[in-house]
T-cell receptor
């Protein structure tokens, strides 16, 4: 019973391609996030959705576009992939108020060649 | 701008020893300070958290010490075990609907036999 599941787990693609990562949570949470973890393990927030509404949009290239079809799903589409996009992307969810634990998925390792 | 500074970057402790990881923050509006534990190939998972109205919180072998005036908090792992070997992240956030966790840079802990 995975609480936050991401697919795919691994993604290898060439520069210039477009790819998507999917995320689903079965915790009934209202808020979902995308975080990027670089090769030095640094975790940086990218986007947050609350009840399908975008509430946090950090300084991320507009090649990255999140989409939330419902509050249990948050997908990430990346256009024109670049070498620097190689990282591990984590989806997370929480109840929506600060002070509640973030539940992370196990990540999608994206490698751009 | 690095709002949460974490040290050390890596730490080697013998089994049974005490592991100590330190964090310092800048934003005095932060009111929630969690620690996350991440094993290889997994997403970060909440370990323990504290709010600034208390100076210490203990859960089993894990203790957070909090110094509001110094804007510092630390994680102490007593009787460290090889199974504790992981990357540890401190984080901070402001309670609210658009809450986002700002993570420290991570500490890679290795507990040796």
């Amino acid at each position: 019973d995975t609480a936050v599941s991401q697919t795919p787990k691994y993604l290898v693609t060439q520069m210039g391609n477009d790819k998507s990562i999917k995320c689903e949570q079965n915790l009934g949470h209202d808020t979902m996030y995308w975080y990027k973890q670089d090769s030095k393990k640094f975790l940086k927030i990218m986007f947050s959705y609350n009840n399908k509404e975008l509430i946090i949009n950090e300084t991320v290239p507009n090649r990255f576009s999140p989409k939330s079809p419902d509050k249990a799903h948050l997908n990430l589409h990346i256009n024109s992939l670049e070498l620097g996009d190689s990282a591990v992307y984590f989806c997370a969810s929480t109840t929506g108020q600060g002070g509640s634990p973030l539940h992370f998925g196990n990540g999608t390792r994206l490698t751009v060649t | 701008q690095q709002q949460v500074k974490q040290s050390p970057q890596s730490l080697i402790v013998q089994k049974g020893g005490i592991s100590i990881i330190n964090c310092a923050y800048e934003n005095t509006a932060f009111d929630y300070f969690p620690w996350y534990q991440q094993f290889p190939g997994k997403g970060p998972a909440l370990l323990i958290a504290i709010r600034p109205d208390v100076s210490e919180k203990k859960e089993g072998r894990f203790t957070i010490s909090f110094n509001k005036s110094a804007k510092q908090f630390s994680l102490h792992i007593m009787d460290s075990q090889p199974g504790d070997s992981a990357t540890y992240f401190c984080a901070a956030s402001i309670t609210g609907t658009a809450s986002k966790l700002t993570f420290g840079t991570g500490t890679r802990l290795q507990v040796t036999l």
